[in-house]
């Protein structure tokens, strides 16, 4: 039964559950461990959901800890020494192959121009229209009969398998120009790396990766003064250009568009790149609700009001689980992603430090904050989200006044120096 409380409980609640709009409802008893007094009430738990649109405080603070994670693997903190910086290091971005051709935004603002022509199915490939970056046209197939829905779908569900290859295909390159075999690699170089995947308005998944060269030993050690980004670079565009893997429909390869950025002259004045990777880890497949949870049925997809060929991506996602040699990609299972089964932020194991460390530095510094007597407790689940429904509006209202007053703070003393 839905509850009624007074304002001072709404607040109280949403401070227990950290400012988050869904949160976790646990319940069991409390034992004060210097006293030994046992009390049963409720705990309210943050959803901690990278999302934004599902839990704004949540994804607001996952944010925050990726750009961590990401800019201490480029300039050095949080264990990682600042020497780093003087380590080559490389910002790429990998595409997805195209499958048709798609209604488009090109930077000169145009769509598809040029002479009027047609596919098999009588359908213009051809589109002298000026999108706007709202229209949700963008993206979508200009012949919906042309476009290879299902090969698309399995390049997403592939496209992590695809990565972890190349990646290990440059390592291999990369002994063959230092002339040094596979196995001795490790003991003169170490490639260390983060990548982040981004839907396009298309529903496929592109990556952004930093990458940065390591020496030997002990972690975040110089590498060999021969590995420079011109080497890197040359090796990286030879494997992605030519590499694939191979899947029950035919190989998986990388899309022409490649972009390899030296991101070695990056200082602690100029992290765009981590703001830019940050900036992804917050979005949904396709930054709305109706791709932000698993279907349960493929009726739930007929039934969406989505762009057209985001609701085919997930109906063909849905159907290919039919087919015997796709079992393994559980494409049912990742529909609301187009097929795609990986995480959205992955990183070899020494680029910087992690999420769990700043989860528990973050925790260790709250507990340190009590001074009550310690509490233990056994706790068992109860439901998602407050009691009470107003609870949920409160929590956001509050998050966004939280952004303003850090955003005026932030502003204020520039004014304050302009002012003298």
Same mark, same amino acid.
Request: proline share 3%; hydrophobic share 35%.
């Given at each position: 039964m839905t509850q009624r409380k007074s304002t001072h409980e709404l607040v109280k609640d949403i401070q227990q559950a950290g400012g988050c709009s869904h949160p976790i409802r646990l319940r069991? @008893?409390?034992?004060?461990?210097?006293?030994? @007094?046992?009390n049963e009430r409720p705990l309210l738990v943050a959803c901690k959901d990278r999302r934004a649109l599902l839990c704004p405080s949540c994804s607001y603070l996952y944010k925050a800890d990726a750009w961590i994670v990401v800019s201490t693997g480029l300039i050095g903190g949080k264990g990682v020494p600042t020497s780093i910086s003087d380590h080559p290091r490389l910002f790429l971005t990998l595409t997805a192959p195209s499958f048709g051709t798609v209604?488009?935004?090109k930077s000169d603002g145009s769509c598809q121009p040029g002479p009027l022509r047609f596919c098999a199915h009588r359908r213009s490939l051809a589109c002298s229209r000026r999108h706007d970056d709202s229209d949700p046209e963008i993206g979508s197939p200009l012949c919906d009969f042309c476009y290879h829905f299902a090969d698309a779908v399995l390049w997403n569900a592939e496209s992590s398998r695809l990565w972890n290859r190349t990646y290990e295909q440059i390592r291999r390159r990369l002994a063959i120009v230092l002339g040094i075999s596979f196995e001795e690699l490790p003991r003169q170089v170490r490639l260390n790396y983060l990548k982040v995947a981004e839907f396009q308005r298309r529903g496929l998944a592109h990556f952004h990766v930093v990458l940065r060269a390591d020496g030997p030993g002990e972690p975040f050690s110089p590498p060999p003064p021969n590995v420079t980004t011109e080497m890197l670079t040359s090796i990286i565009e030879c494997v992605v250009r030519d590499f694939a893997v191979s899947s029950p429909r035919g190989n998986v390869s990388w899309g022409r568009q490649l972009h390899v950025t030296d991101a070695s002259t990056l200082d602690r004045d100029d992290l765009r790149i981590a703001a830019y990777v940050a900036k992804y880890a917050t979005k949904s497949a396709d930054g709305s609700l109706d791709f932000a949870r698993r279907f349960n049925s493929r009726n739930e997809i007929l039934k969406l009001n989505a762009p057209s060929h985001l609701q085919?991506?997930?109906?063909?996602?849905?159907?290919?689980?039919?087919?015997?040699?796709?079992?393994?990609l559980n494409t049912r299972g990742h529909a609301h992603a187009f097929g795609f089964r990986g995480q959205l932020i992955t990183? #070899?194991?020494?680029? #910087?430090?992690?999420f769990q460390d700043l989860r528990d530095a973050r925790a260790q510094h709250m507990k340190s904050s009590q001074s009550d007597d310690p509490v233990e407790g056994s706790f068992s689940y109860d439901g998602r989200g407050y009691d009470d429904p107003r609870a949920t509006a409160i929590a956001e209202f509050l998050h966004q006044l939280e952004l303003e007053a850090r955003s005026a703070a932030r502003v204020k003393p520039q004014v304050a120096e302009g002012s003298e």
């Open positions: 069991g @008893e409390f034992v004060n461990v210097a006293t030994g @007094e046992v209604h488009a935004q085919q991506l997930a109906l063909t996602s849905w159907d290919l689980a039919q087919d015997p040699l796709l079992t393994n990183k #070899s194991r020494h680029y #910087s430090t992690r």
